[in-house]
């Protein structure tokens, strides 16, 4: 890359990554970016310069370049600045003009580190991650394909419901892929209600993680929601592939509240002593948890492998006190799913509480998960894209101070970037 390219190419992996105030701070120092390439104009919404550059030469419409050798359209698609809604006009302008001159509606990224090599659309960009209704509009009207697998799912992020029902209009099947399991990551009852009112199937299941009611307990939903979802023709006693009923769960997950719910509801309420042991774990009662491994001491012995894994559930929830408790009873902080093992995942969503408590007993900084990256790794990944924010700073901080090594340069947000500089990282 010459040295006429590198703003431009910062500009363009900071604008896709996330990282909106590098990519403003980049734009704010070279305002003619936007001139010297269709890629940084897409990506920055500037319609009339990518007007006149089509002018000039239509083919640009669909040419790929740009350090991901994309074409105009997916960069103008996955800007973190297409998140802005004061710039709603200008990118949905910059995208129709791209697509008068060919671009396609459908086109799409394949990430390179993502295993599962999932196809990711312009769409899903525009929808599902930036939340921009205008522009999604803008490619549904050409053509752009609402049931891509990904956009309506990850427009059950938001906690408004514009993209939603911008993407049923124009024909999305809330039932193709699990969006009501994504809008019950979250505490949202107006979300899970839309969904309820336009078709959602409660007896679909995903996969071992069973109906939707039996998500909602295992997320550490609201009553209100499981009642909404039990109102609605939820069936209260279907069991998990592993045999568990939601209320077995609650029980497991330590939600005696939501166990009542279900309860007066008509759920059985027969539940064997693993699920008593982890619901003692979940509300960290050192006292009920030592009494029964002393009344049955086979109990750990006769965990299975899913069971030993409530360590990273209960990690994810953060939760803690449950975390220590379990180490502290012979629990392995190494287990691992694809994410990685319980410290990638607090690291990852920026539980400081759930990081220390991995860190004080002994868990693995090196160990890596299915995409090759470390616990901090993880959590400056986090710290740009998980939905939760907060602590991914701290959490940076603590693994460094506890022996992680600190990257060359330093990426993430900008209280990571702080974090990492202050350590020995380049900016």
């Not at 105030?21 to 990506?43: D, F, H, V």
């Not at 030469?57 to 004061?86: I, K, N, R």
Request: aromatic share 6%; net charge negative.
């Amino acid at each position: 890359m010459d040295a006429k390219q590198e703003p431009l190419y910062e500009f363009l992996a900071a604008a896709i990554s996330g990282n909106e105030e590098q990519a403003r701070a980049i734009l704010a120092a070279n305002r003619q970016l936007p001139k010297s390439s269709i890629y940084a104009a897409a990506a920055a919404g500037e319609a009339d310069i990518i007007q006149d550059m089509l002018i000039q030469d239509a083919s640009l419409a669909t040419e790929p370049g740009g350090p991901e050798q994309w074409e105009p359209l997916l960069y103008l698609c996955f800007s973190c600045l297409l998140a802005d809604p004061q710039c709603n006009e200008r990118f949905a302008q910059s995208a129709k003009v791209l697509l008068d001159y060919g671009a396609n509606a459908n086109a799409f990224i394949v990430p390179k580190d993502d295993p599962c090599e999932r196809k990711l659309s312009a769409l899903y960009g525009a929808a599902g991650v930036a939340g921009n209704a205008a522009v999604a509009q803008v490619l549904l009207e050409a053509g752009a394909d609402p049931n891509d697998g990904e956009s309506l799912y990850h427009a059950a992020e938001a906690s408004g419901h514009e993209c939603l029902e911008l993407l049923y209009r124009y024909g999305a099947d809330v039932n193709a892929t699990p969006a009501l399991f994504r809008k019950l990551d979250f505490e949202d009852v107006d979300g899970v209600q839309w969904f309820v009112d336009h078709g959602a199937d409660l007896n679909l299941t995903l996969g071992d993680n069973g109906t939707p009611l039996h998500w909602a307990v295992v997320r550490g939903r609201s009553c209100s929601i499981v009642e909404l979802l039990l109102n609605h023709g939820a069936p209260v006693n279907a069991r998990r592939a592993d045999g568990k009923t939601a209320y077995m769960l609650a029980v497991r997950y330590g939600q005696q509240e939501l166990a009542d719910t279900l309860a007066r509801h008509g759920a059985w309420t027969d539940v064997d002593p693993i699920d008593r042991l982890f619901g003692s774990y979940a509300v960290a009662d050192k006292q009920a948890v030592l009494g029964m491994l002393n009344n049955e001491p086979s109990l750990l012995a006769s965990l299975s492998d899913d069971d030993k894994m409530m360590l990273l559930e209960f990690a994810e929830l953060d939760k803690a006190e449950a975390v220590k408790l379990m180490l502290e009873t012979g629990f392995d902080s190494s287990i691992r799913r694809e994410e990685g093992a319980a410290l990638h995942i607090a690291a990852w969503h920026g539980h400081i509480g759930t990081v220390r408590a991995l860190i004080m007993y002994g868990a693995s900084l090196k160990l890596t998960n299915s995409y090759g990256g470390t616990p901090l790794e993880s959590a400056i990944h986090g710290s740009i894209h998980s939905l939760r924010t907060g602590g991914h700073a701290a959490v940076v901080e603590a693994l460094i101070q506890a022996g992680a090594a600190v990257p060359g340069k330093a990426e993430g947000s900008r209280d990571v970037r702080q974090v990492l500089c202050r350590y020995g990282a380049s900016a």
